[in-house]
């Protein structure tokens, strides 16, 4: 039988956090049983801080030295454990004293969640050591088995809405990293490997870093960064820098990181580096195969979603977005693509399903034009064209991928009716350029009405003159 043994460190922060932290007494001491917690004076602690929070709606905070005062003069223990309830107070006042920012959580709900993960497991130890106790004793289990109740408690769940009155309420405005363009959150740009990925993510981390434009039209606002470049060294990101003419510019507020620990150990390791680049609100990864951590699920789009989660749910509690860099998977049969550009990512659809956006790039190789397709929660849909000039800033959007295909096509279709005496007709065109009869109508439609060609004959068109 597995008996979970307490442990003391635990129930240490749990009494830290109630004395420090007010939203943590509102949801833990409602539903708290004091008899839980396995050491004398941290059933007496908190006993303390229960009567504390239930008069004045507040952690004690600074007013636990007051509550010692107070209250031992009636402490009835023996003088050792007078001696260990002293030490604990002190060693909590002291770091508190010393550094009370330690104790502002920023991950309150995090903190809450493993206090009452702690509570859960300590009402099963009790379950099971009862059992164990009557099956030694030769007594019949039965009556423990149906007495026992698992720890359970509302105020664990996530929140619940009326709709009526969801419909009335004043709610935080949604933030954006940049506006009409980036969320916020977990964000995925895939596209497959060396398009130009990586560029554009160095352009967004330098704009965002300086307070500069990204992509030739955006304005961003002045954040600092911290960029993982796993696959990458500090020889070939300072050429990069070089190359796209950032040389001048001042990075002081960009941060590089070269190695990382992957998973939950990678989280932890962002959570001090948060602490040690104070006000970062961007966290750019690159590229997510190394970071994610070994799958936790036998189901491949459950492991996939469960990580995404992971990492947005730190992202969320940490007010930072994270913008994680993937790949996209290798054309099928013909060089086919999926029907939706989103199931190109590599993986399951596990890794989409739990992300607030996802840009798709593609780019044909030695070509500078390509396109920038992105699906949001919260933003519309954008199939942008963008085009890359290594020694002019890298990449630039064009505009409308669309609007910038016909423009294109426009400027073909033109060009070829003039190579072959200043009048086609349609179908031969459309066979000349490789496209659809189809397509090629629609724009010689176009071209018609705009005044630039003229039907001549049936199928048959030639310029203006």
């Known amino acids: 039988m597995t008996i979970i043994k307490p442990n003391n460190d635990d129930e240490r922060k749990i009494i830290i956090q109630i004395i420090t932290n007010t939203e943590v007494c509102k949801s833990i001491i409602p539903s708290l049983d004091y008899k839980l917690l396995t050491s004398p004076h941290s059933k007496l602690v908190y006993n ?20 010692w005062k107070n209250n031992s ?21 002291e770091e508190y004293a010393e550094s009370p920012e330690k104790f502002n959580i920023q991950n309150t709900n995090y903190a809450i969640d493993e206090i009452h993960e702690y509570l859960k497991k300590r009402t099963i130890q009790i379950y099971q050591e009862r059992i164990h106790n009557a099956l030694e004793d030769g007594e019949d289990p039965t009556a423990i088995i149906e007495a026992y109740k698992p720890y359970a408690s509302s105020s664990a769940l996530p929140p619940m809405d009326n709709a009526e009155e969801l419909k009335t309420m004043e709610l935080p405005k949604a933030k954006y990293l940049i506006s009409d363009l980036f969320g916020w959150g977990l964000i995925m740009l895939a596209g497959t490997h060396k398009i130009g990925k990586s560029f554009m993510m160095l352009q967004l981390a330098v704009a965002v870093s300086t307070g500069g ?3 030739g039209k955006y304005k961003c606002k002045k954040r ?30 960009l941060n590089f990181i070269y190695e990382s620990r992957k998973g939950k150990e990678g989280l932890i390791d962002l959570s001090l580096r948060l602490k040690q680049c104070l006000g970062a609100k961007l966290i750019i990864i690159d590229a997510l195969a190394t970071f994610r951590g070994n799958p936790q699920s036998r189901s491949i789009f459950q492991s996939h979603y469960d990580t995404m989660r992971e990492i947005k749910k730190w992202a969320d509690e940490n007010k930072v977005c994270i913008i994680l860099v993937h790949h996209t998977r290798k054309p099928g049969v013909n060089n086919q693509g999926p029907a939706d550009i989103v199931d190109s990512v590599n993986g399951s659809n596990g890794l989409g399903a739990a992300v607030d956006q996802t840009f798709i790039m593609t780019r044909q190789r030695k070509s500078i034009d390509g396109k920038l397709y992105t699906v949001s ?13 290594l020694h002019s800033g890298g990449w630039e959007e064009l505009g409308d991928a669309d609007s910038v295909d016909m423009s294109n096509e426009r400027k073909n279709i033109i060009a070829l009716i003039e190579e072959n005496d200043g009048s086609m007709k349609s179908g031969e065109i459309a066979k000349a350029l490789g496209k659809a009869p189809q397509t090629i109508s629609t724009i010689i439609k176009k071209l018609v009405d705009d005044g630039y060609l003229i039907k001549t004959s049936y199928g048959a068109y030639s310029i203006r003159p």
Do not use: M
């Open 377 to 389: 929660r919260d933003i519309e849909e954008k199939d942008l064209a963008i085009q890359f000039h």
């Open 48 to 67: 303390w801080v229960k009567g504390y929070f239930d008069k004045y709606d507040e952690a004690p905070g600074k007013d636990i030295t007051n509550l």
């Open 73 to 93: 003069k009636y402490f009835t223990g023996e003088e050792d454990e007078i001696d260990l309830v002293k030490k604990f107070l002190k060693s909590i006042s």
């Open 224 to 253: 600092k960064v911290i960029y993982l470049c796993l696959e990458d060294g500090r020889e070939r990101l300072k050429k990069r820098i070089n190359d796209l003419g950032f040389e001048d510019k001042d990075l002081s507020g």
């Open 213 to 215: 434009i990204f992509l």
